[in-house]
């Protein structure tokens, strides 16, 4: 490190109360093992700021956690060195309000025409309905992710085949039903685009690039379609249950803005700051159970990595009265 580094370790170290050594040699292997390269001294500088108040928020967070009060941990993740306004601007998309958000899915979904009940636990990534998780990058188009997430779900139920669809496609693609690239999009709108286009190719041959481009979809290398979605009761989770627990993986919208959220690590996150209706970021409903503490949970795939959260995965609380929205606009494609 640059002598004027090390000059502004020791100022963030002295404004921090913490020992120098200890914070340089904790940022230096941090910066190892998420290779970050900085374009500058000053970048750095703000970027180390940043990283050094997050550490000490994770810090007291997870004390409060050992002592009982919380029931999920912080950890220091690839996204550690972003303020909360960075983070938000980056891999969310603008909140919109999900109850002026159109519902136009079939009614009489499959979920509700099965008889049985839904299991008391499940998880689709166990039984082989799940890709591995994937990375939006620095795009908002989480809603990408979590449409492919669903598709996939629904295309491995009916032909017993696990296809990586393309997320780049529907960002290229899908702009005249209503989706904005990496700008922001609704599940919804891709399924509508999907039973119009009537193709979607794989990820392996139309690749996830981070931003969009003129749509080049072939429809000679479609590997799926579908033929209409369900919309999921909206702010009903016994409903969403049902639809996890009967039909598979589905596309749901999360209020993903709250610090907590940003360097989640494991456990079930419980955020009561979280809103039920002003919504940012699309996600997939993958399972859900209860801990052996007696703590409800829908387990959650999200599009940041697996060096993210429980791999790239995350417990969201379930039977909190809808907390963050996860029952808010959940929907899921029928093949």
């Known amino acids: 490190m640059h002598t004027f580094s090390v000059f502004l370790l020791l100022c963030v170290a002295t404004a921090l109360s913490v020992p120098t050594y200890p914070l340089f040699n904790q940022w230096s292997q941090w910066k190892v093992k998420y290779q970050k390269d900085y374009l500058s001294s000053e970048d750095e500088l703000n970027k180390l700021l940043t990283w050094s108040k997050n550490l000490e928020t994770v810090r007291k967070h997870n004390e409060l956690y050992a002592q009982g009060k919380k029931s999920y941990t912080l950890a220091m993740n690839h996204m550690a060195d972003l303020s909360s306004e960075e983070f938000k601007a980056l891999y969310l998309v603008p909140k919109f309000d999900a109850t002026k958000v159109p519902r136009k899915g079939k009614a009489a979904g499959e979920h509700r025409q099965i008889k049985n009940d839904p299991p008391s636990e499940i998880d689709w990534v166990r039984k082989g309905h799940v890709t591995a998780v994937k990375n939006q990058a620095q795009c908002g188009s989480c809603w990408a992710f979590s449409s492919t997430g669903s598709i996939e779900g629904a295309v491995k139920r009916a032909t017993g085949k696990l296809i990586s669809f393309s997320e780049q496609q529907l ?165």
């Open 171 to 335: 960002v290229d693609c899908s702009t005249a039903f209503g989706n904005h690239g990496c700008n922001g999009g609704i599940m919804d709108n891709s399924f509508n685009y999907l039973i119009h286009n009537k193709g979607l190719e794989s990820e392996a041959s139309y690749p996830y690039e981070a931003q969009k481009k003129e749509c080049r979809y072939k429809k000679a290398l479609s590997k799926g379609t579908i033929s209409s979605f369900t919309d999921v009761s909206q702010f009903d989770e016994k409903d969403l249950k049902r639809a996890v627990g009967l039909v598979g993986p589905v596309s749901i919208a999360i209020d993903a803005s709250q610090f907590s959220f940003h360097l989640y690590d494991s456990g079930v996150y419980d955020e009561e700051d979280c809103s039920q209706t002003m919504l940012n970021h699309g996600v997939l409903a993958v399972g859900y159970g209860t801990t052996p503490e007696g703590l409800d949970y829908w387990k959650v795939k999200n599009s940041w990595t697996n060096t993210w959260g429980m791999e790239g995965y995350i417990l969201m609380s379930r039977n909190k009265d809808n907390q963050c929205g996860v029952a808010t606009v959940a929907s899921y494609p029928i093949v």
